[in-house]
Structure formats: C-alpha cells, structure tokens
C-alpha cells in the first residue's frame, strides 16, 4: 500500500492476518500495532480489492450485452396427462 507510515514487515504480517480471516483487532494485537492501525489498514485493504474488482468488471462487462430470454424463467410447459 502506497504512503503507509508502517514498514513493509508489518503490513506483510497484516495482509497475512487479512487473508487467513482473522479479526482487525486480533491481527493488531498479534502483531503489536494499535487496534484503530489494523482496522483502518483491513479497511483500507477492502477499498482496494473494491475498486480492482469494479475495474474487472468494467472490463467484463464494458461492452454490448445480449441477454438470451431463456434466462427469465418462464414456467415450463407441461404435457397433458392422459
């Protein structure tokens, strides 16, 4: 992360806690960070993955799109019970 005043160790060691799914609060302690530290920097980790997955996504789906009327989910015909 870019202008981050915590050296690259400890931002590994909170991206490593991030990825494993441990709590801001528990990564901080862990590591020995204020809790308000690991929370901003698992929040600012979120706004990160946010806007890469929007840029995809524009990618994706920047174009056209044709939707096929299959898709909506009509009831489907039934036979006639004789």
């Known amino acids: 992360m870019r202008k ?12 490593e806690h991030f990825v494993s799914a441990s709590t801001a609060r528990c990564a901080a302690r862990l590591i020995g960070v204020n809790k308000s530290t690991g929370a901003f920097y698992f929040h ?15 990618d994706v789906f920047g174009g056209e799109i044709e939707v096929n009327e299959s898709y909506f989910g009509g009831k489907p015909e039934r036979k006639a019970q004789r």
Do not use: G, K, V, Y
């Open 44 to 58: 600012r980790l979120r706004e990160i993955i946010t806007l890469e997955l929007e840029a995809e996504a524009d």
């Open 4 to 15: 981050s005043r915590l050296i690259w160790s400890t931002q590994s060691r909170l991206i």
